[in-house]
T-cell receptor, first 107, second 112 residues
C-alpha cells in the first residue's frame, strides 16, 4: 500500500517564526489533505489539495503530485498553531495518514 | 461544520465485553470510515464503507466488524473487547469519491 512520511516529526518555534512541513508519499494519489489536530483532539481540515497551490490566511500548501510530495507553510506562527499536523492521501477509497508533525509554538 | 455525530464519546468497559460505536451523519455522503488513533501511530484505517451494505477492511481490521444498513449510520463493533483496543476512535465521511474527508469528534474507549 501507499506509504506516507512526514517531516520533521517534531518542531518547536518561537511565536512569529515561519515553518515548512513536508509530506512524501510512495505512489500516485488522487486526493491529498492536510489536517490540524488541536490540543483538544479535534481534527480540523486545512487544505484539500491533490495538486497545485492554495492559501488560507497565514497558511498555504503546495502539492507536486508528479514528484509525490506536498508542503504546508505556516507563516508568522501563533501559539494557537500548536498541535499535530497530518497529511493524508488516497488513490481509491482509502485515505492513509502519515504519523504527523508535532508543532509547539512558544510565546 | 460537517454533521457527524459519534456516540458514545467516552466509554470504559471490561475485557471480553462487546462494544458498539455509532457514527451518524446528516450530509448524505456515500463514504464513511472508522479510524483509530494511538500514540506513535497516527490514524490507522479500521474499516470503511462506500455505500449501504458495502464495506471493506482497512489496515487494522482484526477484532472489528462494521455494518451500514442506512446511508446515515456506520457502526463499529468490537465483539469481545481487549486491552489492545483501548484507543480513540474517529469516524469520517467523504464528500466525493471519496473527495474531502471530514471527521467527527472522536470516541475514547478504555478496555480494562
Amino acid at each position: 500500500g501507499i506509504q506516507v512520511e512526514q517531516s520533521p516529526p517534531d518542531l518547536i518555534l518561537q511565536e512569529g517564526a515561519n515553518s515548512t512541513l513536508r509530506c512524501n508519499f510512495s505512489d500516485s494519489v488522487n486526493n491529498l489533505q492536510w489536517f490540524h489536530q488541536n490540543p483538544w483532539g479535534q481534527l480540523i481540515n486545512l487544505f484539500y489539495i491533490p495538486s497545485g497551490t492554495k492559501q488560507n490566511g497565514r497558511l498555504s500548501a503546495t502539492t507536486v503530485a508528479t514528484e509525490r510530495y506536498s508542503l504546508l507553510y505556516i507563516s508568522s506562527s501563533q501559539t494557537t498553531d500548536s498541535g499535530v499536523y497530518f497529511c493524508a492521501v488516497s488513490r481509491a477509497y482509502k485515505y492513509i495518514f502519515g504519523t504527523g508533525t508535532r508543532l509547539k509554538v512558544l510565546a | 461544520d460537517a454533521g457527524i455525530t459519534q456516540s458514545p464519546r467516552h466509554k470504559v468497559t471490561e475485557t471480553g465485553t462487546p462494544v458498539t460505536l455509532r457514527c451518524h451523519q446528516t450530509e448524505n455522503h456515500r463514504y464513511m470510515y472508522w479510524y483509530r488513533q494511538d500514540p506513535g501511530h497516527g490514524l490507522r484505517l479500521i474499516h470503511y464503507s462506500y455505500g449501504v451494505k458495502d464495506t471493506d477492511k482497512g489496515e487494522v481490521s482484526d477484532g472489528y466488524s462494521v455494518s451500514r444498513s442506512k446511508t446515515e449510520d456506520f457502526l463499529l463493533t468490537l465483539e469481545s473487547a481487549t486491552s489492545s483496543q483501548t484507543s480513540v476512535y474517529f469516524c469520517a465521511i467523504g464528500s466525493g469519491s471519496p473527495g474531502e474527508l471530514f471527521f467527527g469528534e472522536g470516541s475514547r474507549l478504555t478496555v480494562l
